[in-house]
C-alpha cells in the first residue's frame, strides 16, 4: 500500500512538474510563426543541399498540414509536447515519417523561438499600428466638426483660457500619431532574422541566414548569435509602446468620464458604451471608459514584469525567458480591443455644444487677454498689467459676472490705470475672439486648428 501511495504522489508531482515546464497552452499562439519559420528553414536547407528536393517538399506539405489541423481545431495540444515547436515538429514526422526528423538540422529551439517571437510582435507592430491610424483618423475627422465650438482650457484642471474643442480633441490625435511612430520605429529597429544562431554560437552546418531572412520578410540576419538568442528587447519594446499608448487612451477616458459627469455634462455617451446602475435606474455609468483606465494598469504590469525578469539574466538562453510571452500576448490583445472601442465611442458620441460654451463663462477665461492688451496697445509691462486684470477680475466677481461680460464702464472702474482705456478692450475680452486671438502655429484658433486637420490628412493619406 505504501509503495503504491509513493507512486500515485510521484505520478502527481511528475504532472506537476510537466505543467510548470510546459509552454505549450500559451505559446501555441505562436503556430503559423512556428509553422512559417520551419518551411523557410526547409527550403534554405535544401538550397544548401543538406535536404534533398523530396524532402522538402514532404516537410513543407507536412507543415501546411499541421497548420491546417490547428486551424480547423483537430489537432489536439498535449503538455507531452512541452511547447509549439515539438508540437508541430512531432506531429509533422508522424504525416511524413523520417523527412520530419530531419527538420531541426542547423537549428535549435533558442532561435526557433527567438523567430517565431520575433515575428509575432513584428506582425503586431504592423496591425497595431495600422489601428492607430484608424484612431488618429476618427480624432481629425471628429474635431473638423468643433473647430468653432469653445470649450474651457484647463491647467491644474482649473478653468483657464477659451479653446475650440476640435482643437482640444486634435491633442490626442498628435498623442496617438507619435505612438504610430514608435510601432514604426520598432518594426524597422527590429527587422533582423534570429534563425541560424542556433543554441548561442552558430552551426558548424553550411547554411545561408540571408536567405532564411528574405524569405521570412526581414532586412538580414541578427550579427552575433549569443546575443540573438538572449535578446528580448524587441519583446519589452512592443510592451513599452502599448503601454503609452494606454497611457494615452487612459488620459481621454478620464476625459470622457469627466465630460459625461453632471457636473460637466459635456458629452453623452452612446448608450452601447454606458450602462445603467443595477439599482439606480436613473444613472449612466460610463463603464467602458472606466474599464479603458483599468487596463492600463494592466499592461504596465506586463511591461515591469519583463523588465524583472530579463533584468538578472547572464548571457546566454535561459528558460526564464519561457515568461516572456503571456505577458505580451495578453497587452497585444488588450491594446487591440481597447483600440478598436475607443475609437467607436469617440465616433458615436454626442457633444452638448451648449454646455460647453455655457461652461466657459465661468473662471474668467480671457482674462489673459486684457493683460495682453495692456501691453500690447498700452505699452505696458507685462506684470503691471497682470495685477490690473487682477483688479478686473475682483470687480467682475464682485458683480457677479464673467470678465467677458463686463461692459467698457465696468472695466473702467476697475482700476485708476483703466480710467481712460480705449473700448477696444470689450472686443478683446469676447470668449470666442480670446480663442482666435492665439492664432501662433500650433495655437487654438479655428484657423490654427483647420491648418493641423489639413496637416492630419495628409500625413494619414501618405500612410
Same mark, same amino acid.
Given at each position: 500500500m505504501a509503495n503504491q501511495n509513493n507512486q500515485i504522489l510521484k505520478n502527481t508531482n511528475?504532472?506537476?512538474?510537466?505543467?510548470?515546464?510546459?509552454?505549450?497552452?500559451?505559446?501555441?499562439?505562436?503556430?503559423?510563426?512556428?509553422?512559417?519559420?520551419?518551411?523557410a528553414h526547409s527550403q534554405m536547407l535544401c538550397e544548401q543541399g543538406i535536404l534533398t528536393i523530396?524532402?522538402?517538399?514532404?516537410?513543407?506539405?507536412?507543415?501546411?498540414?499541421?497548420k491546417n489541423e490547428i486551424e480547423s481545431g483537430e489537432f489536439k495540444f498535449s503538455l507531452a509536447y512541452e511547447d509549439i515547436h515539438m508540437a508541430v515538429e512531432t506531429r509533422l514526422t508522424e504525416i511524413v515519417g523520417e523527412p520530419g526528423k530531419r527538420l531541426h538540422t542547423a537549428r535549435s529551439r533558442n532561435d526557433q523561438v527567438a523567430t517565431d517571437f520575433r515575428l509575432y510582435v513584428q506582425d503586431k507592430s504592423i496591425s497595431i499600428k495600422e489601428q492607430l491610424k484608424e484612431l488618429v483618423e476618427t480624432f481629425v475627422n471628429v474635431a473638423g466638426n468643433y473647430t468653432t465650438t469653445l470649450i474651457p482650457g484647463m491647467t491644474h484642471l482649473q478653468h483657464a483660457q477659451p479653446l475650440n474643442f476640435g482643437y482640444h480633441l486634435l491633442a490626442y490625435a498628435n498623442m496617438f500619431k507619435r505612438d504610430f511612430e514608435r510601432f514604426e520605429s520598432s518594426y524597422e529597429r527590429n527587422n533582423y532574422c534570429p534563425l541560424g544562431s =542556433?543554441?548561442? =554560437?552558430?552551426?558548424?552546418?553550411?547554411?545561408?541566414r540571408d536567405s532564411t531572412s528574405q524569405k521570412l520578410g526581414f532586412i538580414s540576419p541578427t550579427i552575433h =548569435?549569443?546575443?540573438?538568442?538572449?535578446d528580448r528587447d524587441f519583446a519589452l519594446e512592443i510592451l513599452f509602446n502599448i503601454s503609452t499608448c494606454m497611457m494615452h487612451i487612459s488620459r481621454i477616458s478620464e476625459e470622457l468620464i469627466l465630460w459625461s459627469s453632471y457636473e460637466f455634462q459635456f458629452v453623452r455617451m452612446s448608450d452601447e458604451y454606458a450602462t445603467t446602475s443595477s439599482i439606480m435606474p436613473q444613472k449612466k455609468n460610463p463603464d467602458v471608459p472606466e474599464l479603458l483606465r483599468g487596463k492600463t494598469?494592466?499592461?504596465?504590469?506586463n511591461l515591469i514584469s519583463l523588465f524583472t525578469v530579463m533584468k538578472g539574466l547572464p548571457l546566454a538562453y535561459n528558460k526564464d525567458t519561457q515568461e516572456d510571452k503571456e505577458g505580451v500576448f495578453d497587452s497585444v490583445k488588450t491594446v487591440e480591443i481597447s483600440i478598436s472601442i475607443l475609437n467607436e465611442v469617440i465616433k458615436t458620441m454626442i457633444v452638448n455644444t451648449d454646455k460647453m460654451e455655457k461652461a466657459c463663462k465661468i473662471g474668467h477665461l480671457s482674462a489673459t487677454d486684457l493683460a495682453d492688451f495692456l501691453v500690447q496697445k498700452q505699452n505696458m509691462p507685462f506684470r503691471t =498689467?497682470?495685477?490690473?486684470?487682477?483688479?478686473?477680475?475682483?470687480?467682475a466677481n464682485e458683480l457677479?459676472?464673467?470678465i467677458s461680460e463686463l461692459n467698457i464702464e465696468e472695466i473702467r472702474s476697475a482700476s485708476d490705470e483703466l480710467k481712460n482705456v480705449s473700448e477696444e478692450i470689450v472686443m478683446y475680452l469676447d470668449l470666442r475672439n480670446s480663442m482666435n486671438a492665439r492664432n501662433s502655429f500650433g495655437g487654438t484658433s479655428s484657423m490654427q486648428t483647420e491648418n493641423q486637420i489639413k496637416y492630419f490628412e495628409e500625413w494619414i493619406s501618405n500612410k
Open positions: 511528475a504532472q506537476i512538474l510537466d505543467e510548470f515546464n510546459a509552454s505549450i497552452m500559451f505559446d501555441k499562439e505562436l503556430y503559423a510563426q512556428d509553422i512559417k519559420g520551419s518551411i523530396e524532402e522538402q517538399k514532404a516537410i513543407e506539405t507536412g507543415l501546411l498540414q499541421v =542556433a543554441a548561442l =554560437a552558430g552551426t558548424p552546418h553550411n547554411i545561408n =548569435a549569443m546575443d540573438t538568442v538572449s494598469g494592466r499592461v504596465y504590469g =498689467a497682470y495685477y490690473i486684470t487682477k483688479d478686473v477680475v475682483t470687480k457677479n459676472k464673467d
